[in-house]
């Protein structure tokens, strides 16, 4: 394939995503019913425990790579036997560096958050996972260089219906936090035998000197924007389990984990296909201006509507399940958090094209801003209004995503209300309905079919207000779906 053969790189990615989305839709089935599952089992004070512990891990998952994985899948060559071999030795020799005093300390950490035995135990198996994870990064980048995530989502699928499954069935049992435990010792297993069935390379340590200062040129500016991220995300949670009650972060985790689920589902799917595609394409303007205008699009259908009924319908459920009533507390942090996600599912995708096309330091900066907005907006609304100030300083920071549209456009000219508006205004149109009609909602059936009646509603207003737009879009779907299975 031709790194300038735009309508091949637009046909494998535009099947890489409905594979990825299609494919993973059962994931997320199954994801939805384990995460209902645990929130009827499990109380708010387990659910934090989890959420914080997992922040801990995710905090240490950010070293094991410093962008070197990046950097394989950004270059525009094929790696070599030797860079791949070079990227695992040095991985490999980070993930022990973090490995061992985590271990060494991990009593000094379990006290210092108050964690019980089952607790500590997580945290163990959590560690262990994050090693197997590093174990996976080689494969997973000759998958998605090759824009092969019809095959790449197999470990997926594998791994979420051992995880799930094992979630769903020892919820149930009554294990609670041991859930978790067991759920993600086998995640990782599975995972690594999936990944390394499917696709084999020629294992071993290696380490040229010259070889890792070309790829850490890339990957280390990379790879400082994901640990801003993560000092912006995650060591926030970590944070919140010192200064908050357990309840109070399970509380924030309920929310945030609904709330970004069509994140998960819809845009980092997206942004997994986008990235590499974008790669290939960075020195075509008009390609890249049609991903642009065609990821946010899609983004969007899907994002918006979900946000509005997350933040508006989600009382209900509250109200009609008795096991939970238990959440209502997290009813203000999950609207804003669910309003936060539009935002993010317009500023992500630009972010994702600065990388794709080298513009690392750049998203850098706005990282570092994100970050002291972050640390200084939320302890100040923990203050002020408790927990639910945590969200509500994450909404206030989503609105700066105007400036990554404005920076975004210095580099490729794009349309940026052309892609969102339509989907926005059906959006308005179906918080209207949800408004004038939430007053018959008082069963669960009422509440299905009101879902479906709103739904019907946002594609119906989306299609009159932008039906050539909506056509277009879906015409080329379908056509490079076809190019591609010919």
């Not at 824009?147 to 791994?159: G, M, N, S």
């Not at 070309?214 to 990957?219: A, R, T």
């Not at 942004?271 to 991903?291: C, E, N, V, W, Y």
Request: charged content about 10%.
């Amino acid at each position: 394939m031709q790194d300038t053969d735009f309508n091949t790189i637009a046909a494998r990615s535009v099947k890489g995503v409905f594979a990825l989305i299609s494919r993973t839709f059962m994931i997320q089935v199954l994801t939805v019913i384990a995460n209902f599952v645990l929130t009827i089992y499990l109380d708010p004070a387990s659910f934090g425990v989890f959420f914080l512990v997992s922040s801990i891990v995710v905090f240490l998952n950010y070293f094991q790579d410093i962008g070197l994985a990046a950097a394989l899948i950004q270059k525009k060559e094929e790696p070599t036997v030797e860079e791949l071999r070079t990227t695992f030795t040095a991985q490999q020799a980070l993930v022990l560096i973090v490995i061992i005093p985590t271990l060494i300390f991990s009593k000094n950490i379990a006290s210092f958050y108050h964690l019980n035995t089952a607790g500590y135990y997580l945290f163990l198996m959590l560690i262990f996972s994050f090693f197997l994870s590093s174990l996976r990064t080689i494969p997973t980048v000759i998958l998605e260089r090759k824009l092969d995530f019809t095959r790449l989502v197999i470990p997926q699928i594998a791994e979420s219906v051992a995880y799930n499954g094992a979630l769903i069935v020892f919820a149930i049992l009554g294990f609670k936090i041991t859930s978790f435990t067991i759920a993600v010792t086998l995640q990782g297993i599975v995972g690594l035998i999936f990944i390394y069935a499917i696709q084999p390379w020629p294992i071993g340590l290696s380490f040229h000197k010259e070889t890792f200062k070309k790829l850490i040129s890339y990957g280390l500016p990379f790879q400082a924007n994901s640990i801003l991220a993560l000092i912006k995300d995650d060591l926030l949670t970590v944070y919140l389990g010192k200064v908050l009650p357990f309840a109070q972060v399970g509380f924030i985790g309920f929310a945030q984990g609904w709330a970004y689920m069509p994140l998960r589902l819809v845009m980092d799917n997206v942004i997994k296909i986008t990235f590499p595609s974008m790669a290939r394409l960075q020195h075509d303007h008009k390609a890249l201006r049609i991903a642009i205008e065609k990821s946010l699009f899609l983004i969007a259908f899907f994002i918006f509507p979900i946000a509005v009924g997350f933040a508006t319908l989600s009382p209900f459920v509250t109200l009609i399940i008795p096991k939970y009533a238990k959440w209502e507390p997290a009813l203000i942090a999950l609207a804003f958090y669910s309003l936060s996600t539009i935002f993010s599912s317009i500023s992500t995708p630009l972010t994702n094209f600065l990388n794709a096309i080298g513009k690392v330091k750049i998203t850098l900066y706005f990282m570092i801003m994100w970050i002291i907005l972050t640390w200084v907006l939320t302890p100040l609304f923990i203050f002020l209004y408790g927990f639910n100030g945590v969200a509500a300083a994450s909404f206030l920071i989503s609105l700066t995503s105007i400036l990554v549209l404005i920076v975004a456009r210095r580099y490729v000219e794009f349309s940026m209300i052309r892609p969102i508006l339509p989907q926005f205004i059906a959006g308005l149109a179906m918080f209207g309905y949800i408004e004038l009609s939430k007053g018959f909602v008082h069963s669960l059936p009422v509440l299905i079919l009101e879902i479906l009646v709103a739904g019907v509603i946002y594609i119906a207003i989306l299609f009159i207000i932008a039906h050539n737009e909506c056509m277009k879009t879906f015409k080329f779907v379908l056509s490079s779906i076809r190019d591609k299975e010919k």
